[in-house]
Every structure is written in C-alpha cells, then in structure tokens.
T-cell receptor, first 113, second 114 residues
Framework: KNQVEQSPQSLIILEGKNCTLQ??????????LRWYKQDTGRGPVSLTI?????NTKSNGRYTATLDADTKQSSLHITASQLSDSASYIC????????????FGTGTQLKVEL | EAQVTQNPRYLITVTGKKLTVTCSQN?????MSWYRQDPGLGLRQIYY???????DKGDVPEGYKVSRKEKRNFPLILESPSPNQTSLYFC?????????????FGSGTRLTVV
C-alpha cells in the first residue's frame, strides 16, 4: 500500500529560526514529490514539485530535497516568519493514469515571537 | 486571476437531503478532482476527471456522484448525505492528469451533516 509519512507531527519555533520537516514515502512507481503549504481552513498551495532526477528545489525561503534512493524528502524553511505558521503536506505521485496522489498527514508548524 | 472556486464555503444539512457542491476553474484545465480531508488523515481522493465526460472513482467514492459536462465545472453531488460525510472538501484542477503539472486547489467547503 502506498504511504507517505511525515515528521514531526507538529513543531513550534521562534521567528527567525530555521527548521526542517521530513517526509518518507513508499509509493511505487514514483513520478514526482510535491510539498504544499496549507493555512488553516484553506486549500493547499504548491511550494515545490520534484521529479526523480531532481535533488533539490527552492522557492524563496523554502528548499526541498529529494533522495529517491532512500525515498526521503525534506523541506527546509529559512529565517521563519509568523506567516509560515501552517500545515506542510508532502504528496507523492505515482504518475499513473489519473495521476494518483498519496498525501501525508502534514506537519503543523507554529512560528512564535 | 487564475483560481478554483468552490461554493458554498460552509454548509450544514440534514441526513438524506440531497446537496451539490459546485467547483469551477478558469484556467482551461483538463484534469479536475475532489478530495476530502478529515482530522488525522491525509487528503483522500473521491472522484477525478481527466477531461469532459471522463470521470473515474478515487479512493473513497461511496456516497458521492460527479459529472463533467463542461471543462470548467465539476460538481460534487451527495444524493443522500450521512453524518460520516461530515468533512472538509477540496476541489483541485491541473493542466493535465498525465504529467507533472501542479495542482490548484479551491478554498474548501466545510460540510456538516446532522
């Protein structure tokens, strides 16, 4: 069964600090891995999409890494801001017909003053 | 502005009363999909559509219907809602369901069935 597991489940950091969120997956076949940011009660917003051949991808203060061999990804947030408080969801696509996505349950990040 | 619009944002209904949640996108996307999000679970796919008149079941289709008569619209129909369908629903669209295109999500519909 395809699975995406994220850790930690929740995280509290001080504004200005960096943090790293983890994602392990057992999706096969693998097409791409996506990170989304979801504010409370809102729809997920795409941060990065990485295919098999990409090791790292950045979007402003967000940098995602992918190790397709160990089936692990991380999302690094630099110089956190209060507006970074959200749930961060790792999503893996098998690339099959219908582009099946398997969603992680998310890491709830809270940035405090 | 490119967007996926869902209506309504909030809905409280009673068991058995048919309802429709609308979804519309203005990006000429071929692929559209419905998800539900429940506490402690990742988003789960209900139905998806690769193009007009082409729909298929996702992981949790029971109790739901969809239609895709036009490219821009993909309504979700609950013929006889039950309390276990209380959830947060998201519609999403993508340029194509075949490649590594990004998804645009709507703002969500919070449904409560009493």
């Amino acid at each position: 069964k395809n699975q995406v597991e994220q850790s930690p489940q929740s995280l509290i950091i001080l504004e200005g600090k960096n943090c790293t969120l983890q994602c392990n997956y057992t999706v096969s076949p693998f097409s791409n891995l996506r990170w989304y940011k979801q504010d409370t009660g809102r729809g997920p917003v795409s941060l990065t999409i990485m295919t098999f051949s990409e090791n790292t991808k950045s979007n402003g203060r967000y940098t995602a890494t992918l190790d397709a061999d160990t089936k692990q990804s991380s999302l690094h947030i630099t110089a956190s801001q209060l507006s970074d408080s959200a749930s961060y969801i790792c999503v893996v696509s098998d690339g099959g017909g219908g582009n099946k996505l398997t969603f992680g349950t998310g890491t709830q990040l809270k940035v405090e003053l | 502005e490119a967007q996926v619009t869902q209506n309504p944002r909030y809905l409280i209904t009673v068991t058995g009363k048919k309802l429709t949640v609308t979804c519309s996108q203005n990006m000429n996307h071929e692929y559209m999909s419905w998800y539900r999000q429940d506490p402690g679970l990742g988003l789960r796919q209900i139905y998806y559509s690769m193009n007009v008149e082409v729909t298929d079941k996702g992981d949790v289709p029971e109790g739901y219907k969809v239609s895709r008569k036009e490219k821009r619209n993909f309504p979700l129909i609950l013929e006889s809602p039950s309390p276990n369908q209380t959830s947060l629903y998201f519609c999403a669209s993508s340029l194509s369901g075949l490649f590594n295109y990004g998804y645009t999500f709507g703002s969500g519909t919070r449904l409560t069935v009493v």
